[in-house]
Structure formats: structure tokens, C-alpha cells
């Protein structure tokens, strides 16, 4: 990965993606990888590529410290923001605001695949963390990341980290 000043401007900052980056699990069926680090972009926001099954999803939270942006690049995004619900199909993106509720999930039959960008970036410590396989407390450790749990998932059947899908055997 490289950082480099763009030419045209000393504001802009340029960063390349990681072309062999890990991929981790939040819960079976759920996988992401970090796109874009906080060190490339001097704490100004972190990119993961998230892709996610049939069913799976996020219970309703909130975010104290940073934007959150969903750009659907598969698929198609089932997003609770707010009072509004929405289904964006590939080619769309949306944001969410610090400190309003959301949630999001997996309604369709084929993998959702989008790009997940958070504004300032300081949350990848969470993703790295990786609680679910390490065991930890995760409750503490979100809290710790200014991130409250506030409701269920959108649908009962949806899969989350409260919630996983059964491993598979």
C-alpha cells in the first residue's frame, strides 16, 4: 500500500488498496476485509468490503463518533436509517449520521457486496479486534468504540452477531 499527495492539490490524498488483504468473519456468513486504513488516510475515515449471505445482517445501533457510508457494489441492501427503510440495489450508496439509529441486512437469495466507509476511521480497531473470534466481551468492546446497541435486527430471521448463523459442520 502507498500514500501519495496528489499533483494537482496538497489536499488530496491518495491511497491504495490492499490487493492480498485478510478476510475476517463478524459472524458465519458475514466476511469483510479492510480496504483502506486509517494510516493511509491519517485517521480521516477506513474502507471495508463487506459481503454478506442471504440473511445476514446487523441489529439496530448507533454510532456516537462516525458517519457510516454504504455503497452497494452486489446485490441489494435492505437499510433501516432512521424512520426510513430502504432497498438499494447495486450502484447506490447512502449514509448514516453519527448518532442516528440504523440497521442493515440481507433480504434477497444472492450475496450482498458493498463497500462500508466510516468517518473518522478510529472504529477499524474494532474490526480488527475481531470479537467473535476471539471471545471477547463484546459488548465492552463496542461500547469502547462509541457504538450502542439500541434494538433487534430488522427481521427475525436475519443472522447476526447477537444471533449467528449455525456454523456450518
Known amino acids: 500500500m502507498t500514500i501519495s499527495k496528489s499533483k494537482e492539490s496538497t489536499d488530496v490524498l491518495l491511497a491504495r488498496g490492499q490487493d492480498n488483504a485478510e478476510w475476517l468473519e463478524v459472524t458465519p456468513g458475514e466476511r469483510f476485509t479492510i480496504r483502506t486504513t486509517i494510516a493511509q488516510t491519517q485517521g480521516a475515515y477506513t474502507m471495508l468490503e463487506v459481503v454478506a449471505e442471504p440473511r445476514n445482517g446487523v441489529p439496530m445501533h448507533i454510532h456516537k463518533d462516525e458517519d457510516e457510508h454504504f ?3 452486489d446485490g441489494t441492501l435492505h437499510i433501516a436509517n ?5 432497498d438499494l440495489p ?3 450508496a447512502v ?3 453519527k448518532g442516528v439509529p440504523h440497521a442493515w441486512c440481507n433480504r434477497s437469495d444472492t450475496l450482498l457486496r458493498m463497500l462500508v466507509v466510516f468517518s473518522p476511521g478510529h472504529i477499524e ?19 469502547q468504540f462509541g457504538v450502542v446497541m439500541v434494538g433487534p435486527a430488522l427481521f427475525e430471521d436475519i443472522y447476526t452477531i447477537r444471533s449467528p448463523r449455525p456454523a456450518a459442520a
Open 125 to 143: 480497531g474494532l474490526f480488527r479486534a475481531n470479537p467473535i473470534r476471539r471471545g471477547d466481551d463484546l459488548a465492552a468492546l463496542i461500547e
Open 90 to 92: 447495486a450502484g447506490t
Open 95 to 97: 449514509t448514516v449520521k
Open 82 to 86: 432512521g424512520n426510513e427503510r430502504s
Open 71 to 73: 455503497i452497494v457494489l
